[in-house]
């Protein structure tokens, strides 16, 4: 039996895969995690990114989701 927050999680869990899915199916944009990065203040983030990439590699289109702390 699950709690309610455990519930909970996995339902906003699900909705993230869910629009994951749809980002790449529908636009053609892929998740991207840029590690590590340092801020002005010296901390270290992980940046998480939705990018469309064309056939030569090239990023056509990107977009930032949320700041992670690593």
């Known amino acids: 039996m699950k709690s309610d927050y455990e519930i909970k999680r996995d339902r ?3 909705k993230v895969k869910k ?3 749809e980002l ?7 998740p991207y995690v ?4 340092e801020t002005m ?3 270290a983030v992980d940046n998480v990114y939705v990018r ?3 056939y ?4 056509i289109e990107q977009k930032h989701l949320f700041t ?3």
Not at 34 to 37: A, I, N, Q, W, Y
Request: aromatic share 4%.
């Open 12 to 14: 906003l869990i699900n």
């Open 19 to 21: 629009a994951v899915r």
């Open 24 to 30: 790449e199916i529908t636009y053609g944009l892929k």
């Open 34 to 37: 840029d590690k590590d990065r």
């Open 41 to 43: 203040i010296g901390s």
């Open 52 to 54: 469309m990439v064309g």
């Open 56 to 59: 030569s590699g090239r990023t």
């Open 68 to 70: 992670a702390r690593a």
